[in-house]
């Protein structure tokens, strides 16, 4: 299970404040975890390289190998290819960081493709033995491209190129860690325990995307949830967005016409993702307290969760990496506050606990 | 799992049934565990099509009343299975112009064609030179294996290279062509052809009896032109010309082989020109008493002109019903790159100790210990392979002073 970043934020927090050292904004925090999450990553296949080099036991959970492989299993993917061409040249997919194996669907059983160099490729067609073919095919690695041979365009008959042709088995990058948060009344920062997404809607006043049409109101707090009947909040989408699940809070502060000074609109639930920059929701004349024309909210980029600091997003790495997280950020924020006790601390505490792991 | 994946029917009678969906159009999807249906688009009487449709046990044509069924074969492909879709389409009779499904009570069937089921029987017998490689990867290569690591391009080549060496002398895979000499007395070398294991003329009681090669003709391998003085003549090119045939064959091919063999009849005697005439006069090759045991046979000879890339029979030979075994070295064909089960295990430790011995800093013990093993893996499969059945050997023994129990 992964690491609650708040549990790290607030140990974190809990560690420089008892000692006096000062105080790591969220923003700090979330890059700083990012970092570190990146850092322990990355020595995960160091450290794998390491262990598959040393005697090993296949003891239930005595093996470090299994131990090692069960820390990366989770960004272990398998796609097929983000793209293809005419001639058959297959882009990779955009969240590869680790190239694991990538096999030929087209080939018998799929086998899987040898990467070859550009050189080894000239001399392994000049063999007679080692022609590539769908049972042994290879293919060159370039540019973030693969090339297989045989290319299905010289298949008897030949078939166009799909992307589906190749299917890559590789490590993606671990996403960005994000301590989500909302302002309390009084300024204080409320952890956010929603997911992310960067294109549902941002919690908040969303008056100032309004148009109230020179409409009127009855006062009073009215609730409007997106959909398509005469009291809802009829969505519009922009080309490509597909935005659902929308609901808004209207207070209406005095009967009359509507402005920005008497009434507020807020965003109550985010919704889906996939609301964008010039998606409108209308209510229509009628839909609460007496409105006399309809209201038209068109969202701007600031109306969504990506411009606000809402919604966290857990580390990846798993619970047991959580003193190498939490000793990782302490390190890089000793530096931010400029304290090398804290940095020395940390990073003793860190070389600790590696030399134990690799005894 | 087993490594079975045909039924019964599917492996013996290469057929499957279908049930007719009564319309005009009826899709039967082949089993990808079955051999492949082939089918040419544009049929002609020479195309090669290795199935046949019936209806209820009358084989289909696309002139044969009252359906007039047309067919479409199609190939996909998903991860890397091959599913095939045969479209069989009931087409307008062309007197009457009215189109007849085939009823759902009807059954379908499509069945192999006799070699293609042929091909069908035996493949149990046999293991993929693909599965032989997967095999190889999946056991020896790897952290904590024999092999920490290799491409499997090289373990192909072992792989292909080991199928080439056990075709010369340790696998049955004998080819076997039966042919008829020409006039010509010439028969061109087969397309896969890589040794020959025995010539045999066929009489009619289906016996064989084998044909000899010779070293008493010889197949030149340049037969220039020449001028007066000996010199060979040269076209405007500079390149010497060469005649089409060689003196030598062409007396080869007149020579009468009991002149030869000795088999001499009184007439041969008194034409007075073999070399087995004994007039006084030709002493100078009357030197022979009695026959030769190497020439004395009347089975023919063969020589293989180079040349030419044919194998050319002595004259005696002309009309003969032959038979060719030859052996090839197992990759000509896609579906030649097969093993026998037998020498499976030889082959993976002919591979193993060519990738070791030829790995930088192995140690020389561990060559040797594979080398060993190779050798006596190979002898196994030999032993295996040449086939000695008790019963037959002691069945073979009868005919000898010596009876064997069992």
Known sequence: ?????????????????????????????????????????????????????????????????????????????????????????????????????????????????????????????????????????????????????????????????????????????????????????????????????????????????????????????????????????????AAGNSGTGAKFSILVASTGALSSTTASIEVTESGSKDFGVGDTFVIAAGAFGGLTASITITLTAVNLMSATGQGSLQFEISESQQTDAVLGVLKYAGIIIKDTMVIQAAGGLQNLDEQNSKK | MGLIDQTSSEYYEGEILYSPSGNVTNTLVWPSNMTPLIWANAATASSYDNYDVYVDTIKQDPTLSPYYITQALTSTITNGVTTQSLVLTSNADPNSGATIPIASGSVLTVRLKNVSIWDNYKSYEYTTLKDIVNNFMLAYVGTDKVISRVKRSDVLFHAKRGLQEFSYDTLRSVNVQELTIPASLSLVIPQDYVNYVQLSWIDSNGVKHIIYPTTLTINPTFVPLQDDRGLPTQDVYGNSIQAEQAITNSNWRKANDSSISGNVTNRDVNNGSNAFDWSWWKSAYGQRYGLDPVTSQKNGWFTIDERRGVFAFSSGLAGRLITLEYISDGLAYDTDSKVPKMAEDALYSYMVYNIISYMPKTPEYIVQRFKKEKSAKLRNAKIRLSNIKIGEFTQIMRGKSKWIKH
């Open chain 1, 1 to 237: 299970m992964a690491i609650n970043v708040n549990t790290v934020y607030t140990t974190v927090l809990s560690i420089i404040n008892k000692e006096q050292r000062g105080y790591l904004t969220p923003d700090e925090f979330n890059k700083l975890s990012t970092q570190v999450q990146l850092e322990i990553f990355e020595k995960f296949f160091e450290d794998y390289n390491q262990f598959l080099r040393m005697p090993k036991t296949d003891v239930e959970f005595a093996s470090r190998m299994d131990h090692i492989m069960e820390e990366f299993q989770i960004f272990e993917k398998n796609e097929d290819a983000f793209s293809t061409t005419a001639t058959g040249v297959y882009t990779q997919p955009t969240d590869l960081h680790r190239f694991g194996t990538a096999s030929y669907t087209k080939g018998l059983q799929s086998p899987i493709l040898e990467i070859v160099g550009s050189r080894d490729y000239k001399q392994q067609i000049l063999s007679p033995l080692t022609q590539p073919n769908t049972n042994f095919p290879i293919a060159k690695y370039q540019g973030d491209k693969i090339t297989p041979f045989p290319s299905v365009t010289s298949f008897n008959p030949p078939l166009v190129p799909d992307k589906s042709d190749i299917n890559f088995n590789y490590i993606r990058k671990p996403g960005d860690v994000r301590w989500g948060y909302t302002v309390g009344s009084l300024g204080q920062y409320i952890y956010d325990s929603r997911p992310f997404i960067a294109t549902s809607l941002g919690l908040g006043n969303i008056t100032s995307s309004t148009n109230f049409n020179s409409a009127s109101a009855t006062a009073g707090t009215y609730i409007v949830s997106q959909g398509a009947g005469a009291s809802d909040a009829v969505y519009t989408a």
